[in-house]
């Protein structure tokens, strides 16, 4: 039998700045699927997953289930720039009650740089700390927008590794992203579901 879905966006809505981006969006995240949200800048990407994460609340619609098993990773790092990358991590672990950072410090290639402030870290250094936040959640679901942003090819290969082990053990995640990460996703074009009034507005567009 197929499994029930960790995540199921039923009918949707949500706005930027109070102005309506998309309306009607529906669709089901299942444990071990990634879903890709595409569509041109502007389209309501990042809006969506924002939404999703519970940053901002649904015009309509609902989200159903675990919507309290999400991890968000934004444009933002979101780290402590006077912390090092050990003490970042052990911030958001104790946060989140995991406590163990070993794993994730492995997993980003973190090890030599734990007690560097993370002020002095390079940008693509600073995103896999960002990144290796998402192992001491714990969560479920990742909401991943561009997470690829800064980092080189090798780094990227560190996160596609992450993100497929994640998936492997049964997690999930909805992820806009223009880079292909090696393994199948499904994807969802936002564009389909442009609110009327977005279309008629002459709003700006930048970060949606």
């Not at 039923?10 to 309306?23: F, M, Q, T």
């Not at 098993?69 to 780290?79: E, F, L, Q, R, S």
Request: aromatic share 6%; charged share 20%; net charge neutral.
């Amino acid at each position: 039998m197929p499994s029930e879905p960790l995540l199921s966006l039923v009918d949707v809505a949500c706005a930027r700045g109070g102005v309506p981006v998309l309306s009607g969006v529906s669709f089901d995240i299942a444990p071990g699927e990634a879903v890709v949200l595409r569509g041109p800048n502007g389209s309501g990407k990042t809006t969506l997953l924002r939404t999703i994460a519970g940053l901002q609340p649904t015009l309509a619609g609902e989200l159903r289930g675990a919507t309290d098993d999400i991890a968000y990773a934004g444009h933002a790092d979101g780290i402590k720039a006077a912390l090092s990358v050990e003490e970042n991590l052990r911030f958001w672990a104790e946060m989140f009650g995991t406590r163990d950072i070993a794993a994730a410090l492995r997993a980003f290639d973190l090890e030599g740089l734990r007690g560097r402030a993370a002020q002095h870290l390079s940008a693509g250094q600073k995103r896999r700390l960002g990144l290796a936040r998402l192992l001491v959640t714990g969560r479920a679901i990742w909401a991943l927008d561009e997470p690829t942003v800064s980092l080189d090819t090798g780094s990227v290969g560190l996160f596609a590794a992450v993100l497929r082990d994640h998936l492997e053990s049964g997690g999930a995640a909805v992820i806009a992203t223009h880079i292909d990460l090696g393994f199948s996703a499904r994807a969802v074009d936002v564009s389909g579901f442009r609110a009327r009034a977005m279309a008629r507005s002459g709003f700006d567009e930048a970060f949606l």
